[in-house]
């Protein structure tokens, strides 16, 4: 599996290096340090997975990930940061990042850099245990726009907050069968293809 690995810190970048490369599945293409160099690599590479900081000089990273993922909607984008604010959170999920990570973490890098590779999106436990406080502080909207109904935009809010198929029938008075029914329907207006797609999906179109 080919990587590009970016981080402004040099010293960063060699500790990922020597952690990364002893998986034997694992090559790293290419490193950079700034989110110019980030877009004019990818380009080169094309590798399979591009790992990368958020906060540098120039050109950070969300700025560079929205730019690749503009002109290829398929890459893989895994950022890597010591920072968990709110709003860069809301924009890796909207510009389409495949997962969030803090470096602390070390031991999850590989198992996340793996589980993109097949398809995953992946956010490490802090990321998580925010996204409930993000959905409180958020005004409810319908998704019109999207040709979801407005009981679809609530059962899509409740599922998005992680309330079971039950929780979402006792919170809306709905029978769980209903609730299924209008997750399907979801589904397949939104060409998704599970309960977690559904949730990113809210989560990328809630503001």
Do not use: W
Not at 45 to 60: F, T, Y
Not at 82 to 111: C, M, N, V, W
């Amino acid at each position: 599996m080919k990587l590009l690995l970016v981080d402004d810190d040099p010293l960063v970048c060699r500790s990922l290096q020597t952690i990364l490369e002893a998986d034997p599945e694992l090559q790293i293409a290419g490193i950079c340090h700034d989110g110019n160099e980030a877009i004019a690599l990818f380009y080169t590479l094309l590798p399979d997975i591009l790992l990368m900081d958020i906060r540098m000089q120039k050109v950070s990273g969300l700025e560079a990930a929205e730019s690749i993922i503009k002109a290829h909607p398929e890459a893989k984008i895994l950022f890597l940061t010591t920072f968990s604010d709110t709003e860069y959170i809301i924009k890796a999920l909207r510009i389409g990042a495949k997962g969030f990570i803090l470096k602390q973490h070390f031991e999850s890098i590989i198992p996340a850099i793996k589980a993109v590779s097949l398809g995953q999106r992946v956010f490490g436990d802090e990321i998580v245990t925010k996204i409930p406080a993000l959905l409180a502080n958020s005004v409810k909207k319908d998704f019109k726009e999207h040709h979801l109904t407005e009981k679809e935009s609530e059962i899509l809010r409740c599922l998005a907050e992680g309330l079971s198929n039950r929780e979402i029938a006792e919170t809306l008075y709905l029978s769980e069968g209903t609730v299924r029914n209008y997750i399907s329907v979801m589904l397949e207006k939104l060409s998704l293809r599970d309960r977690t797609q559904l949730a990113i999906f809210y989560y990328k179109n809630k503001d």
